[in-house]
């Protein structure tokens, strides 16, 4: 099975900190994503990647920049949190860069900035 | 840009009752669908995609989708919910290597 780790299932940040989300994939896939979940607004995606150090921006990349170094990782990084981005982050991955490929998804990271 | 319409914010519905929920997307051309579901606490799970081919589709846990080019739409149907059903649900349409995702129907089944 695919596995898709978030290192951290719940944070607390307090605003102005920076904070970094890390997403490992074991099965070699090519494209990740970093979406956010709020309610009533359902997934929106922050940046994907297709390869390693390429990155592109999704629907909200404002606040936000990301890093591949390595194909199985990729991170998320808030330079300055603030309470409006306080949400469910959902890091995801799948194989190909092509259309119909399953998106798997990891478990989620709650993140509260105060 | 591809936009997706979960009509349903929230769907109550008794067990052993069938249920539909509903989904509309906008291209007009060849699209890719997916239904994902959530259970509390979770991330996504894929339940069911339509590529090509038949306009039904099955996918896990008994859910079935009906692909309908003319009207737009990838509804989803079970004709006998579980209270493990209880979960949200999220149509999902691709759009390059990305997918644009609704904004969810949360199913609540009822003893």
């Known amino acids: 099975d695919v596995k898709v780790t978030q290192s951290s299932r719940y944070l607390v940040k307090r605003t102005g900190e920076k904070v970094f989300l890390e997403c490992v994939q074991d099965m070699d896939h090519e494209n990740m994503f970093w979406y956010r979940q709020d309610p009533g607004l359902g997934l929106r995606l922050i940046y994907f990647?297709?390869?390693?150090?390429?990155?592109e921006k999704g629907d909200i990349p404002e606040g936000y920049s990301v890093s591949r170094e390595k194909k199985e990782r990729f991170s998320l990084i808030l330079e300055s949190a603030s309470t409006n981005q306080t949400s469910m982050y959902l890091c995801?991955?799948?194989?190909?860069?092509?259309?119909?490929?399953?998106?798997?998804f990891g478990e989620g990271s709650w993140l509260t900035v105060v | 840009a591809q936009s997706v319409t979960q009509l349903d914010s929230q769907v109550p519905v008794f067990e052993e009752a069938p249920v539909e929920l509903r989904c509309n997307y906008s291209s007009s051309v060849s699209v890719y669908l997916f239904w994902y579901v959530q259970y509390p606490n979770q991330g996504l799970q894929l339940l069911l995609k339509?590529?090509?081919?038949?306009?039904l589709v099955k996918g896990i846990n008994g859910f079935e989708a009906e692909f309908n080019k003319s009207q737009t739409s990838f509804h989803l149907r079970k004709p006998s919910v579980h209270i493990s059903d209880t979960a949200e649900y999220f149509c999902?349409?691709?759009?390059?290597?990305?997918?644009?995702f609704g904004t969810g129907t949360r199913l609540q089944v009822f003893p």
């Open positions: 995801a991955s799948s194989l190909f860069q092509g259309m119909g490929d399953t998106i798997y």
């Open positions: 339509y590529l090509s081919g038949s306009t």
């Open positions: 990647s297709y390869d390693v150090k390429m990155k």
């Open positions: 999902a349409v691709s759009e390059g290597d990305k997918l644009i």
